[in-house]
């Protein structure tokens, strides 16, 4: 009913099963938060305070900082993520299938069920794969030349009116 | 012919409904649009004649019943019914249809066939609403007359008709919801849809002062009830001349049938405690729309206030609580109906012919049009109500029922004070008329005005042949409706204050009018 | 067999889940489709998702057999069930979108010479389709955010498909963003009650909350991060204000099925989440609720009066129809919601019809924009001058959409509302009918002010040609406005339809 009773429960100080499994979790968050904080504290406590402009500006291994750092990235880096990312997920649902795949196959009914499973989900990735590199997604340079008007600006286009 | 016999209120509420898809769809050319318009008008007007033929005056039950269920098991049923209150409303509703229909023949020029799918559209939600005895089928036709007059204002209308269409939807909208309200409350409680179902429900005193509220609030927007009336004079002003018409002669009665049939029988005690307010306003209205009406410039204005006036006298009249002053009341509804109505089509003749409103742009107008100023004057008499009129049965009625009133404490003050407003009413009509009609002919934009034609002569003798014979016969109407105000009147008689105030009016057996003509009689039929 | 206590599925599923596989195959031959064609012709990708869409709505029809066991039938091995609401929201979702697929082949937005991957928009619709379908199915928790995050991963793109539009682009991020801190918040929540009970499935929350073996307090904690979450989904207040930017920047019949799509797949899962988790007994009264930490009514009551007087009281403002429409919309949400307030099955099957409604009223009037706009490419309501008279039929058509957003009788609008009043109309929430009441009476002045503009203005000199459109757009337009007239005047079979499905929901 009230927070400190659900701690408690949260914990595993009162109360078993799932939630007791929360317990250790619980006592690293403390455990972390009161360390930082000490640590902090007592340097507080210690060092001379002394601020000046020099000290905030970002460190760049002692040279001195020039341009910002927002800047942006080229759009690729970020296909490169993606396309990483769902060869990745692939890979993570491909291994534990591989590794229970022996135990299922022989088991009546289930072992075509497994099998077909994932050469659905690999198809259905296949085909996302064969649709994005038709598309030219694939392409480091990628052609735009179907594409008229000024698309570099990134405004084009009648109604194009960047927002008030 | 039975099959149209055995559903003969479908037949007349929906009839205007089909005249008004054709015009939408079909019929788009202008000649074969106004005369398709025409043609469904008087058919409905020749059909709501075998109602006026084979009512039963003797019972107030509904009559000519059709009953269908709908919706949610019968619960909610497509459920027509006619009572003489009803069958009079109705026939001043299909009356009035084709003679509308032929005032625009020269007013409305653009889009015809729009105009005349409204008109119709309009009728037959009127008549539908007066038709219903299912409380979701009573709404459904009660709202759908919105839409078409917001269509008639805002299309058609004068200067400011933009303003005038949406204040008018607004302000009867807001009364509407809270109608809305009360009403599913009170289908949560009985179960039905039906009015006798609603009829039967006992509601505690708090819960029926709450519902009262909230029905009286819609209807007396409708009527309009001082102070509630701003939205009329804008609506009347803007409208063309047949949205006027339409808007003084059925619209507004809404308002007064929709107390009559279901905020008074309803919610007994709702009326016991608020009749002292709600006639004080009534009165407030009388005289409060006359002395406007006194200082218009503007003769549509004028009638317009005139009407705030006149719905005065028919809401005072039923807040008397007595049987002559709630019959007063509904003769009332009539007379307006035909006087005022009457009056909008002048003004719209003069209106067509010099393009302006102004009073002062007039005068002495009578010397060029004589027909016209004499169908004027009878109807500026009827509207203020002369004896042998129309009006001055229904004035009197309620006059005499107020003062003969013992549930309002002040009844007696009321009707000295509401009789200023007929006295009022004299001088406010008489002026305007003399201002316009009579003197010298001083403005040349005046001469040489074309009187009345042939066909504005038909589109205002019914009116007046009505005024006359309702002036004079009243038992034409009484004897009809005499049964089902008693119907209506019962469940306020059975609760507390009420039977009191009914009894005084019953003890008023015979009712000598002065011209000898319409003896009228209430109580038992024995005594006659 | 089971297996990490989830049911291991059977083909033989697959026979219950026919539309929804069907739509499945048809996004990907959609995508096949567009691929072979070089993206140059659009019409294959529109013809293949039209044909599925309408062969899903055959099944769906056909279908309705599979409600035959009490409570309806679940399939995939517990993680869905179809009964009778599923059926109900199946054919709503199957019919929006076909609607949306079929103008967007007339809108400019999407079909203009500029625009590149035509044929991806179709695939698109068909797969957020699915997805809505798969959310008003879901019974396990895992489900219901997989079907979630499938509704918005699509809608982020749909959102962001004029991709030179820099609006476009930016209701996309906007829709991004928001989307993703009401998943986590809801998540978080979904997995407080997963920690809590150790159950993924409803039912099985609901048996652990049964037997008083999770903490009230943490109950409260979860349910009002769902909810929270929830109400981000379906554009509730406090938590709309991403819902004007995206609809105005996404292309218009993308904001149109936004407006009815993910909104009424929102509901359906709420429907389904508190009603078969928390909900007490077949005719729940708010007191014997599971939540008993929250005053449900009293919570849902205010979120439901702040949200439609809020979007109301905005939407009077608004000078843009397409901005307009999606305050509307909002103020809608708060209507929908007075149904949740008690939980009861008569709210529920309230809620349905209404949301039945409302798709075809608010499609109807977003696709008139669109219509309007490939014309004027304008939405502003200035523009909008007479335009009743240089398009007579459509202008008719939007009368009846606007009449019955507002709710006024004969319209379907009126019905849905009475339904809703009816719902609530207990001593205790009296006033949030007023409330509701009132603002229908707002809604009018912003609904007619459109009407008005239309018809009751003339149209500028040198302005007023007609306007065509193509057969299509009639069609559809005329597909959504007659129902919208008929449901007003017979809807008898559409509420019982809504009314077996709460039963059928309830029952299991």
């Known amino acids: 009913m009230n927070l400190p009773h659900f701690l408690g429960v949260v914990s595993g100080v009162q109360g078993q099963g799932v939630q007791g499994h929360f317990a250790t979790a619980l006592i690293f968050v403390l455990v972390g938060i009161a360390f930082a904080a000490l640590a902090l504290g007592v340097a507080k406590l210690l060092r001379p305070s002394n601020p000046s402009a020099a000290k905030s500006t970002t460190y760049e291994c002692g040279e001195v900082a020039h341009g910002s750092s927002w800047i942006r990235f080229n759009v690729r880096f970020y296909l490169v993520a993606l396309f990483f990312i769902v060869f990745d997920v692939e890979m993570i649902f491909l291994l534990p299938w591989a590794v229970v795949f022996r135990q299922l196959f022989p088991v009546p009914g289930l072992g075509a069920l497994v099998f077909w499973d994932m050469i659905i989900f690999l198809a259905i990735l296949g085909l996302g794969l064969a649709y994005v590199w038709a598309k030219g997604d694939l392409d480091w340079v990628k052609k735009l030349a179907e594409r008229s008007g000024p698309v570099a600006t990134g405004i084009t286009e009648e109604e194009e009116v960047p927002a008030p | ?121 309009l009728q037959a939600a009127m008549l539908g609403t007066f038709f219903a005895r299912d409380m979701l089928l009573f709404y459904v036709f009660w709202e ?82 001082f102070p509630l009336h701003t939205w009329l004079p804008d609506a009347h002003v803007e409208a063309p001349t047949a949205g006027s018409v339409i808007l003084a002669g059925v619209l507004l009665k809404m308002g007064t049938y929709g107390m009559l049939r279901f905020a008074m029988p309803l919610f007994p005690q709702g009326v016991a405690t608020f009749a002292p307010l709600i006639s004080t306003l009534a009165v407030i209205g009388i005289i409060y729309g006359a002395l406007v009406a006194l200082v218009q410039p503007d003769v549509k204005k004028l009638v317009a206030y005139s009407s705030v006036s006149h719905l005065g006298f028919a809401v005072l009249g039923l807040f008397s609580l007595t049987k002559l002053g709630v019959a007063g009341s509904l003769y009332q509804m009539l007379a307006h109906g035909l006087s005022t109505g009457a009056l909008f089509l002048l003004v719209g003749v003069i209106y067509e012919r010099r393009h302006t409103r102004e009073i002062s742009e007039f005068g002495g107008l009578a010397h060029g049009m004589p027909r016209y100023a004499t169908i004027f004057l009878i109807t500026t008499l009827a509207s203020m109500g002369l004896p042998g009129m129309a009006g001055f049965v229904a004035e009197f009625m309620i006059l005499f029922g107020t003062f003969g009133s013992t549930t309002l404490a002040h009844g007696r003050l009321l009707t000295v004070l509401a009789s200023t407003g007929v006295v009022l009413g004299a001088i406010y009509m008489l002026w305007m008329y003399q201002r316009v009609f009579l003197g010298r002919r001083d403005n040349p934009r005046n001469e040489g005005l074309a009187d009345l034609s042939g066909r504005e002569l038909v589109v205002l003798l019914p009116l007046v042949v009505l005024m006359f014979w309702l ?58 | 067999m089971e297996l990490l206590h989830v049911k291991i599925p059977s083909w033989g599923d697959l026979q219950w889940w026919l539309p929804e596989a069907v739509l499945c195959c048809t996004f990907l031959l959609a995508l096949l489709g567009d691929m072979l064609a070089r993206g140059r012709r659009p019409v ?80 698109l619709t068909v797969l957020m389709t699915v997805a809505m379908m798969v959310m008003a199915e879901a019974r396990n928790v895992l489900m219901l955010y997989l079907a979630m995050e499938g509704v918005g991963l699509t809608s982020y793109v749909m959102a962001g498909y004029m991709r030179t539009s820099l609006r476009s682009t930016e209701a996309s991020l906007k829709y991004v963003i928001f989307g993703a801190v009401s998943s986590a918040i809801m998540l978080y929540g979904l997995s407080l009650l997963y920690g809590m009970t150790g159950s993924l ?95 449900w009514p009293l919570l849902v009551s205010v979120i439901s009066a702040v949200t439609m007087t809020f979007g109301n009281l905005v939407a009077l403002r608004q000078t843009n129809v397409k901005r ?5 919309s909002i103020a809608h949400v708060g209507y929908l919601l007075m149904g949740f307030v008690l939980l009861s099955e008569m709210g529920l099957a309230a809620i349905l019809f209404y949301l039945l409604v409302y798709t075809l009223m608010n499609l109807g009037a977003f696709f008139f924009v669109v219509a309007v706009n490939n014309h004027l490419k304008s939405e502003q309501l200035e523009d909008y001058k007479g335009l009743g008279y240089r398009m007579p039929w459509a202008g008719v058509m939007m009368v009846v959409f606007l009449g019955s957003l507002t709710g006024v009788p004969p319209f379907a609008g009126f019905v849905g509302k009475l339904y809703l009043f009816t719902a ?77 499905g709460i039963r059928t929901m309830a029952g299991g």
Not at chain 2, 10 to 18: E, G, Q
Not at chain 2, 153 to 181: C, H
Not at chain 3, 453 to 462: A, K, T, Y
Request: charged content about 15%.
């Open chain 2, 1 to 121: 012919m039975s099959f149209i016999t055995d559903h003969i209120l479908s037949w007349v509420t929906f009839l205007p409904l089909a005249g008004s898809l054709l015009l939408w769809t079909v019929v788009r050319r202008e000649g074969p649009a106004r005369l398709l318009a025409l043609g469904v008008a008087l058919a409905d007007f020749v059909l709501s004649l075998h109602l006026w033929f084979h009512f039963d005056p003797k019972t107030g039950v509904d009559q000519f019943v059709e009953r269908v269920a709908w919706l949610a098991d019968g619960r909610i049923s497509y459920n027509l019914g006619m009572d003489g209150i009803s069958l009079m409303l109705v026939m001043l509703t299909t009356l009035l249809g084709p003679i509308v229909i032929l005032s625009t023949w020269r007013a409305v020029t653009e889009r015809v066939p729009e105009f005349m799918g409204f008109l119709l559209l």
């Open chain 2, 144 to 225: 759908a007359m919105l839409i078409p007059m917001y269509f008639i204002i805002g299309v058609w209308g004068g200067q400011r008709r933009l303003y005038a269409a949406v204040k008018f939807f607004i302000f009867t909208m807001v009364g509407s919801v809270f109608m809305l309200i009360g009403i599913i409350y009170m289908y949560y409680h009985a179960g039905s849809m039906d009015l006798r179902a609603f009829l039967a429900l006992d509601l505690p005193r708090q819960a029926q002062l709450w519902l009262f509220g909230a029905f009286f609030l819609a209807f007396a927007i409708k009527v309009p009830l």
């Open chain 2, 471 to 528: 002036g004079v016969r009243p038992g034409v109407v009484l004897d009809r409706v005499e049964a089902s105000i008693d119907r209506v009147l019962a469940p306020l008689a059975i609760e507390g204050a009420a039977p009191a105030g009914l009894g005084a009016a019953l003890t008023t057996p015979v009712l000598e009018l002065p011209e000898g003509q319409g003896r009228f009689v209430f109580g038992n039929p024995e005594m006659r």
């Open chain 3, 44 to 123: 294959v990708a529109f013809a293949i998702s039209v044909a599925g869409l309408l062969a899903a709505g055959a099944l769906a029809i056909a279908d309705t057999h599979a409600v035959a066991p009490a409570g309806g039938r679940a399939i995939m091995g517990d993680l869905m069930v179809v009964d009778g609401m599923a059926i109900f929201f199946r054919l709503l979702f199957v019919f929006g979108g076909l609607a949306t697929v079929l103008f967007a082949w007339t809108s400019e937005e999407i079909m203009g010479h500029r625009r590149e991957n035509k044929g991806e928009f179709f695939a």
């Open chain 3, 201 to 295: 499935q409803f039912s099985g929350i609901r048996a652990v909350l049964l037997g008083g073996g999770a903490e009230p307090f943490g109950i409260l904690v979860a349910v009002v991060l769902i909810l929270a979450g929830m109400s981000y989904k379906i554009a509730a207040v406090p938590f709309h204000f991403w819902c004007p930017d995206v609809y105005e920047g996404a292309p218009t019949p993308v904001a149109a099925l936004f407006s009815v799509g993910p909104k009424a797949a929102g509901f359906a899962l709420m429907i389904r989440f508190f009603y078969t988790t928390f909900a007490v007994g077949t005719n729940a009264a708010a007191s014997n609720s599971l939540i008993q930490v929250i005053n």
């Open chain 3, 324 to 328: 307009m429409l999606a305050y509307s």
């Open chain 3, 424 to 500: 609530v109309m207990d001593r205790q929430w009296f006033w949030l009918v007023i409330i509701a009441g009132l603002n229908s009476v707002i809604s009018l002045y912003y609904y007619f002010r459109v009407a008005r503009v239309m018809w009751l203005v003339r149209p500028d000199e040198g302005h007023d040609s007609p306007l065509r459109l193509s057969w299509l757009q009639y069609t559809v337009l005329a597909c959504l406005a007659v129902p919208t007239l008929v449901l007003g005047l017979y809807f008898g079979a559409f509420k019982d339809l809504a009314d077996a």
